[in-house]
Structure formats: structure tokens, C-alpha cells
């Protein structure tokens, strides 16, 4: 079966840095998304990664490792913010999206 | 103008009401899907419409029934709810499917059924 794992919940503290794993195995595989979500908001869009390495976007940046089923989102300078759950997503052959059940990231002061 | 915009943003409806969900996009898309979203729980694909055409049914029950209009419209018709049909329902579009669109979503409509 199809399926992506992450964990429910981390905690960090503002300034500093995260990093949020995320493994997947999906039948074929078009790129891998991340998306964030505010308590109560809609998911908003953070990255799409397709080629193996690192894409950095300002204090965040997003990794992918195909062969390994593997990426990770990593936060720096952490601000209060960025408290919000964090989702990943593959897709899959037929351009299906599967999706994580998303990370719950706290940032303490 | 917001991209994608939901109406309700709460909803409590008993077991026996009939309710309807409308979800708008301001933003030219082809593709508008249907989530349901749970609590620690992934993001359940409902049902996708591409050119107002349904393209995705993924085994969701009858009692959830939705409508696409035009590109720019998509409403998610209830009837005759479960408690577990308690969740957060998502609308999205895209610019189209078949490819790695980004999905932009709307805020939501918290349903609560008793």
C-alpha cells in the first residue's frame, strides 16, 4: 500500500533550528510536496522537490532523497510563527496526491 | 480576494438534516477537490472534478454529494450524517490534474453532526 510517515508531534525553540522527516513509499512517485497549516487555517503551499538534494526558500528549506524515500523540512531561525502543523505529501504515478498526517510543530519563547 | 473561499466556516446539522457546503475560486482553475479532514489523521480525498467534470469518486458514502456548476464553483450536499462525519472539510483547486500542481486550499467548513 501507499503510505507517508511523519511525526505527530515535535517541539523546538524560537531562534533555533528544525528539522521534520518525512519517509515515504507510494506506487511510483512524481515529487513530493510539504505544505503548512495554522491552526484553523487553510494548508498554504512551502515547497515542491522532484530531483534528489537540497532547495532552499529563505529560513526554509526542503530536501529529498529518492532513493531512500526520504525528505525532511528544515526550519531555521525559528520564529513563534512558525507554531503550525507541517504536511507532507507525495505523489504518486498517476499524479494522485498521498498524504502525511502532519507534524505538530510547538515553538517555545 | 481571497483565492479559495468556503461557506460555512461552522456547521451543526443533526442526523436527520440536509445542509450544503459551497466552496468559490477566484483564481482560474481547471481542478476543484473535496478533503475531509480529521484529527491526526491524513487528509482524505473525497472527490475531484476537473472542467467541471467528475474525475475522482474515492468510495465516499452516498450521503455526501457533490455538484460542480462551473470551474469556479464546487458544493458538497449533505444528508442523513454520521457523528463520524464530524471533521473539517476541505476545498482546494489547482491548475489543472494529471501533473505536480500546487493545491491552494480554502479556510475550511467545521462541520459538527449530533
Known amino acids: 500500500g501507499q503510505n507517508i510517515d511523519q511525526p505527530t508531534e515535535m517541539t523546538a525553540t524560537e531562534g533555533a533550528i528544525v528539522q521534520i522527516n518525512c519517509t515515504y513509499q507510494t506506487s511510483g512517485f512524481n515529487g513530493l510536496f510539504w505544505y503548512q497549516q495554522h491552526a484553523g487555517e487553510a494548508p498554504t503551499f512551502l515547497s515542491y522537490n522532484v530531483l534528489d538534494g537540497l532547495e532552499e526558500k529563505g529560513r526554509f528549506s526542503s530536501f529529498l532523497s529518492r532513493s531512500k524515500g526520504y525528505s525532511y523540512l528544515l526550519l531555521k531561525e525559528l520564529q513563534m510563527k512558525d507554531s503550525a502543523s507541517y504536511l507532507c505529501a507525495a505523489l504518486d504515478s498517476n499524479y494522485q496526491l498521498i498524504w502525511g498526517a502532519g507534524t505538530k510543530l510547538i515553538i517555545k519563547p | 480576494e481571497t483565492g479559495v473561499t468556503q461557506t460555512p466556516r461552522h456547521l451543526v446539522m443533526g442526523m436527520t438534516n440536509k445542509k450544503s457546503l459551497k466552496c468559490e475560486q477566484h483564481?482560474?482553475?481547471?481542478?476543484m477537490y473535496w478533503y475531509k479532514q480529521s484529527a491526526k489523521k491524513p487528509l482524505e480525498l473525497m472527490f475531484v472534478?476537473?472542467?467541471?467534470?467528475?474525475?475522482e469518486n474515492n468510495s465516499v458514502p452516498s450521503r455526501f454529494s457533490p455538484e460542480c456548476p462551473n470551474s469556479s464553483h464546487l458544493f458538497l450536499h449533505l444528508h442523513t450524517l454520521q457523528p463520524e462525519d464530524s471533521a473539517l472539510y476541505l476545498c482546494?483547486?489547482?491548475?489543472?490534474?494529471?501533473?505536480?500542481?500546487?493545491?491552494?486550499f480554502g479556510p475550511g467548513t467545521r462541520l459538527t453532526v449530533t
Open positions: 472534478y476537473s472542467l467541471e467534470e467528475r474525475v
Open positions: 483564481l482560474g482553475h481547471n481542478a
Open positions: 482546494a483547486s489547482s491548475q489543472d490534474i494529471g501533473g505536480a500542481y500546487e493545491q491552494y
